[in-house]
């Protein structure tokens, strides 16, 4: 059983960054991959980023060019910077682990976007 635990959601005004971190209980250095998703009110959960066990990272077209996914593999966390903030970025982000004993979710945490 992996367990994860996101943090670092918060409110900010567009235009501005946050980071979020996800900690999780394994080593991340052996899993398959991790990714951030985020679902807004009322929406379907999408996918953000997601980063590779051999470090390929890759993004949606959405964030592309203003978030950047990193992990830390001693510390088995895994971070999501998040800069240019827009509205529309609003959403509860979830982090996702991909091993070989499964599939992995967090519980989220709050980002808002104000205006």
């Known amino acids: 059983q992996v367990q994860l635990v996101e943090s670092g959601g918060g409110l900010v005004q567009a235009g501005g960054s946050l980071r979020l971190s996800c900690a999780a209980s394994?080593?991340?250095?052996?899993?398959?991959?991790m990714a951030w998703y985020r679902q807004a009110p009322g929406k379907q959960r999408e996918w953000v980023a997601r980063?590779?066990?051999?470090?390929?990272?890759y993004y949606a077209d959405s964030v592309k060019g203003r978030f950047t996914i990193t992990r830390d593999n001693a510390k088995n966390t895994v971070y999501l910077q998040m800069n240019s903030l827009k509205p529309e970025d609003t959403s509860v982000y979830y982090c996702?682990?991909?091993?070989?004993?499964?599939?992995?979710w967090g519980q989220g945490t709050q980002v808002t976007v104000s205006s």
């Open positions: 996702k682990a991909e091993t070989t004993r499964g599939v992995y």
């Open positions: 394994g080593s991340i250095f052996s899993f398959n991959a």
């Open positions: 980063i590779i066990s051999g470090g390929s990272t």
